[in-house]
């Protein structure tokens, strides 16, 4: 289980690494969308087939993006 503040949330199997086939990577992503400060951050975690990490970036864009973009 993981604690937040006032409650908390079982863990579920997605919260595992689900490793890529031999051969190949894993890019994991994430984005969140700033409106009221016109910024748009993302990310990105590359993992090999052991579950290593690889490489990754981070960056910010001074725009906003929409999910559907």
């Known amino acids: 289980m993981r604690s937040t503040d ?3 949330v079982p863990l579920s199997s997605t ?3 689900e490793k890529p086939r031999t051969g190949w990577l894993k890019c994991n992503v994430d984005a969140a969308f ?3 400060m016109g910024r748009t951050t993302m990310s990105a975690c ?3 087939s052991s579950g290593e990490f690889t490489a990754g970036f981070t960056q910010w864009q001074q725009m906003v993006l929409s999910t559907g973009e």
Do not use: A, G, S
Request: aromatic residues 24%; charged residues 35%; proline residues 0%.
């Open 6 to 8: 006032d409650h908390y």
């Open 34 to 36: 700033f409106v009221d």
């Open 15 to 17: 919260d595992q690494l």
């Open 46 to 48: 590359f993992r090999n």
